[in-house]
């Protein structure tokens, strides 16, 4: 389920849903959640099926039990548009959450930032931490170690008899880590690795280092 690395003398364990905690800071990282576009699209004629929403909800309050954080670091695109029923239910699960809530903004979040002050969620452009940049877009800073999203990493694994898969990765360079879309309905972007880069694909409920691409 989980796969533990060293990255600058820090420690984060992956998790097979997509997120990463950061033991040092007890800091959990999520990248593109994309609340509301499943009844974005259901509201357009989208045959999208509805449990895609609450199974959100579902993957969030677990890997938040599983790791207990004192803080939740949305890695921008928590949602993927204008206020629709799903804010609601994140107002809900925000009430119940014990955590922080931390809101790095991505280009798909454009409620109004005073609908998060009510809720005491924390809205900011990019955090630097101790030598760690948190951003939405990937970003390379000099002296930083940047984690991101929004690119919602793939791989491209092959098979015998030139069958292959697609499959959503941690995808990491020498100063960067681009997170999966943690979100139902999201989609992947398959990415080529490069000699030094490691891929962790995310596959039956496990997190596995890809040697090889």
Same mark, same amino acid.
């Given at each position: 389920?989980?796969?533990?690395?060293?990255?600058?003398?820090?420690?984060?364990?992956?998790?097979?849903?997509?997120?990463?905690?950061?033991?040092?800071? =007890?800091?959990?990282?999520?990248?593109?959640?994309?609340?509301?576009?499943?009844?974005?699209?259901?509201?357009?004629?989208?045959?999208?099926?509805?449990?895609?929403?609450?199974?959100?909800?579902?993957?969030?309050?677990?890997?938040?039990?599983?790791?207990?954080?004192?803080?939740?670091?949305?890695?921008?695109?928590?949602?993927?548009?204008? =206020?629709?029923?799903?804010?609601?239910? *994140?107002?809900?699960?925000?009430?119940?959450?014990?955590?922080?809530?931390?809101?790095?903004?991505?280009?798909?979040?454009?409620?109004? $930032?005073?609908?998060?002050?009510?809720?005491?969620?924390?809205? *900011?452009?990019?955090?630097?931490?101790?030598? *760690?940049?948190?951003?939405?877009?990937?970003?390379?800073?000099?002296?930083? *170690?940047?984690?991101?999203?929004?690119?919602?990493?793939?791989?491209?694994?092959?098979?015998?008899?030139?069958?292959?898969? =697609?499959?959503?990765?941690?995808?990491? =360079?020498?100063?960067?880590?681009?997170?999966?879309?943690?979100?139902?309905?999201?989609?992947?972007?398959?990415?080529?690795?490069?000699?030094?880069?490691?891929?962790?694909?995310?596959?039956?409920?496990?997190?596995?280092?890809?040697? $090889?691409?």
């Amino acid at each position: 389920m989980t796969n533990t690395i060293k990255i600058n003398d820090n420690t984060f364990v992956l998790h097979s849903k997509g997120a990463v905690f950061w033991e040092e800071k =007890k800091a959990l990282l999520i990248a593109d959640v994309h609340l509301g576009k499943v009844s974005h699209f259901r509201k357009h004629g989208v045959a999208v099926p509805k449990i895609a929403v609450s199974k959100n909800f579902t993957r969030l309050t677990e890997v938040v039990d599983y790791f207990n954080p004192e803080s939740v670091i949305f890695l921008g695109d928590l949602f993927h548009s204008s =206020k629709n029923s799903e804010w609601h239910l *994140f107002v809900e699960w925000s009430n119940c959450c014990v955590a922080e809530i931390i809101l790095i903004a991505g280009n798909h979040d454009v409620i109004a $930032k005073e609908n998060y002050d009510k809720i005491s969620v924390k809205v *900011f452009k990019e955090l630097e931490i101790d030598g *760690f940049l948190l951003t939405h877009h990937p970003t390379e800073r000099e002296g930083f *170690f940047n984690f991101s999203g929004h690119i919602h990493p793939g791989i491209k694994l092959r098979g015998f008899g030139g069958h292959h898969v =697609k499959l959503p990765c941690f995808f990491q =360079k020498e100063n960067q880590m681009i997170l999966p879309a943690f979100g139902e309905f999201t989609g992947k972007y398959i990415l080529v690795p490069e000699k030094n880069d490691l891929v962790y694909v995310l596959a039956n409920d496990e997190v596995v280092l890809i040697e $090889k691409c």
